[in-house]
């Protein structure tokens, strides 16, 4: 698959007044995992922010942080019109379907949702005059990618329908860039650390509550595949940092979002997770067929955005999932539990008949 995005602007930006600083935000998913350490932030930072989310994942809260919260409208993102994007001045899109797995269940609904559901969701942005769009891409878009560091302008060799619908999404809202319509495209690493809309279902979190509730990691690979991997903090600044950078700085751009030191084999992690919670034993798999290794290279965001800088590494995450883990007590069960496994809980709502088959909420007809 080609390089889908421009690195560079398509149009150059007229040089005019000053735009204003984005102040009322949209964040589309804010009641995720990212989204609910985001938003509490986004709020301290004095931004007047509206979450719109459909609400999939409302049984995944794991613990309370006392933090203020803004309002959460029940919106589904494919029946989002340009009237009820008027006046904001950014949105931040981070309402997809989550991850891997979860997309290669229902390719044509991941297509739906991913890539239409958000390309139409910037097209009505730009129609109400929304001049920021920020998407939370990912850096899985470069695939099976060795064992050389790739950089934003690196071929993309996706492996998985979640992965392309990312490149397709960029491509087609890099093309509605102009003067009034700024997308920037963060290709996050693979998130980890503590949420209260908890997620078990990625690398590191994973790892912590296994080592915490059976002591034992079993690897299902032997554990070489590459990873970039980000602390849920350190995304929700790169965000802020974006929102703050002026508009030509950000205009059309693709930024890798982690840090050069966070590239790491899964067998790193497992062994990181056995000396942060003593006793755990590592059993390494066989050869797995997933092609899925990229090494990312972060340091284009370090030049374009000076201020942003990760403070979390992955042997902090696991210590502060321990810290988390100890504090609430987290049993088996709650580490088990559907909400926490996204791909999971939505098995639950589509067994349950609590969504159709394209993921509506169909509840209210019976109630
Ligand atoms: N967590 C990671 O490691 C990671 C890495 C790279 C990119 N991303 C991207 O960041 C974004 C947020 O990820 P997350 O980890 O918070 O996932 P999440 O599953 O916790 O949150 C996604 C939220 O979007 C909502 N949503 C899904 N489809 C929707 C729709 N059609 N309409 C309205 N809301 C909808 C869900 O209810 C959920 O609250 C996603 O786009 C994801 O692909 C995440």
């Known amino acids: 698959m080609e390089n889908l995005v421009i690195d560079k602007p398509t149009t150059p930006l ?12 949209l964040v589309t998913g804010g009641d995720g995992y990212i989204g609910n350490v985001m938003v509490p932030r986004l709020l301290a930072e ?4 509206t979450v719109m989310d459909a609400g999939f994942f409302r049984a995944a809260w ?3 942080d006392g933090l203020d919260r803004a309002p959460v409208l029940t919106r589904d993102t494919r029946s989002l019109t340009a009237d009820e994007l008027q006046g904001f001045d950014a949105v931040i899109h981070l309402a997809e379907l989550s991850n891997d797995p979860l997309c290669e269940h229902d390719e044509s609904l991941t297509m739906n949702i991913n890539h239409h559901g958000s390309v139409a969701l910037a097209r009505a942005a730009k129609e ?3 001049p920021r769009f920020l998407y939370a891409s990912s850096c899985s878009v470069y695939g099976a990618a060795g064992d050389e560091a790739v950089s934003e302008t690196s071929p993309q060799r996706p492996q998985t329908a979640y992965a392309r619908c990312k490149g397709l999404v960029e491509r087609d809202v890099g093309a509605m860039a102009d003067d009034h319509f700024t997308p920037t495209f963060l290709r996050l690493a693979t998130a980890f650390g503590a949420s209260p809309r908890m997620r078990f279902d ?32 350190d995304i929700t600044e790169a965000f802020v940092q974006v929102l703050k950078a002026p508009r030509e700085r950000v205009h059309n751009q693709a930024f890798n ?32 067929d997933d092609g899925r290794s990229y090494r990312v290279s972060f340091e284009k965001i370090r030049r374009h955005l000076p201020d942003f800088e990760c403070q979390w590494t992955a042997e902090r995450g696991f210590r502060q999932l321990r810290s988390l883990f100890e504090h609430i007590d987290l049993t088996a069960a709650m580490f088990n539990a559907p909400p926490y496994t996204r791909m999971r809980q939505l098995g639950v709502l589509l067994h349950t008949k609590q969504v159709d088959p394209q993921l509506r909420w169909r509840t209210h007809a019976i109630l």
């Open 14 to 25: 007229q040089s005019k007044a000053a735009p204003k600083q984005p102040r009322r935000i």
């Open 257 to 288: 979002v982690g840090a050069d030191e966070q590239n790491y084999r899964i067998s790193e992690l497992a062994e990181t997770a056995a000396k942060v919670f003593p006793g755990c034993a590592v059993e390494l798999g066989g050869k797995s």
């Open 46 to 49: 004095g931004y007047d922010v």
């Open 128 to 130: 109400a005059g929304v």
């Open 202 to 233: 990625i690398v590191i979190n994973n790892l912590a509550g296994l080592a915490w509730t059976t002591n034992k990691l079993s690897l299902s690979s032997d554990g070489t595949p590459w990873r970039p991997l980000v602390h849920v903090r």
């Open 62 to 64: 794991l613990f309370q």
